[in-house]
């Protein structure tokens, strides 16, 4: 579904549509259509359902910040619902998180038996399940379905022929800065909530810039890889986060806090290096240089 989405860019791009809306419009409509696949089909486990729906709503809200300019309170609201619609789906997917970092740990040498590993991993997939049983029932996702509904009305409505690359320029500017505002001062003291906050913007960042990659094919892809390790380094901070969460004090995995805790901090540290360099490289310019790159690679097109 990714690939369709950049080839509908693709194709606006090298027509040199002025309007830039007609490649807006059909990425808009296949990330409508991959939320509306995730929702129903058989092949799917639950856990699957639900990574899938949470992604597409991620790309949307991505574009509906792109679109925040020209279509205004509608975007912002759009965006807002889609947000708690994810919150209303995230208890499954945080136990997800843990069973992910539990994989993580485990790429080094766990001090634990495998007797006590299976133990772990067994009780995070029940916790994971009767999550997902709770939050991902019939009515969510009549809820979900219903909002993508809207959002294919809206579509239809929304004035995408006058948003030229200028204003999405703007947008992927706006994006830029705010993901280089949360950059750490010192990455190795950074809270995990902090930590958090820059993942979203860097998700966001990334989303959006897969829309103007065939601007520059080839640094375009080095810059989304980049991007993608980034946000999968955050990631597995996150991940350790929650894991380290459900062992403290009387949480399911508080008997193994102290033989797991240094082990995941010395996880932590490693990924945190890993992503103050990617970052340093992500975010070497500045936002003006970083606008100016992307007004020039559409001069050149046109």
């Not at 945080?94 to 740990?105: F, G, I, N, R, W």
């Not at 634990?112 to 009780?123: A, C, D, G, V």
């Amino acid at each position: 579904m990714k690939q369709r989405q950049k080839k509908a860019m693709k194709g606006a791009i090298e027509r040199g549509d002025s309007s830039f809306g007609d490649g807006l419009a059909a990425v808009a409509r296949s990330i409508i259509a991959e939320g509306r696949r995730a929702l129903t089909d058989p092949e799917l486990s639950g856990p699957e359902a639900v990574h899938e729906v949470r992604k597409a709503l991620k790309r949307w809200r991505a574009l509906l910040r792109l679109l925040g300019r020209p279509l205004g309170e509608q975007a912002d609201q759009m965006r807002n619902e889609a947000r708690e619609l994810m919150r209303g789906i995230a208890d499954a997917r945080d136990v997800q998180a843990a069973l992910d970092a539990l994989s993580d740990l485990r790429k080094a040498d766990l001090p634990l038996s495998p007797t006590s590993i299976e133990t772990i991993r067994t009780r995070l997939t029940e916790k994971r399940d009767a999550a997902e049983a709770r939050a991902f029932t019939k009515t969510m996702r009549e809820r979900l379905s219903r909002y993508f509904d809207y959002a294919a009305l809206s579509l239809e409505r929304w004035p995408l022929e006058a948003i030229d690359f200028d204003i999405v320029t703007d947008g992927l500017t706006s994006t830029y800065r705010r993901a280089r505002q949360l950059l750490p001062d010192a990455w190795s003291a950074a809270e995990a909530e902090h930590l958090h906050g820059l993942r979203r913007r860097v998700v966001e960042h990334r989303h959006q810039m897969d829309l103007v990659e065939p601007l520059w094919p080839r640094l375009g892809k080095v810059w989304a890889e980049e991007a993608q390790r980034l946000r999968n380094r955050l990631g597995s901070c996150q991940d350790l986060a929650v894991l380290t969460e459900m062992m403290t004090p009387h949480q399911m995995l508080a008997p193994w806090r102290s033989r797991l805790a240094p082990l995941i901090m010395a996880r932590r540290g490693a990924h945190l290096k890993t992503a103050q360099r990617l970052a340093g490289r992500l975010f070497a310019e500045k936002p003006k240089a970083f606008r100016q790159r992307m007004s020039a690679l559409w001069s050149a097109r046109q």
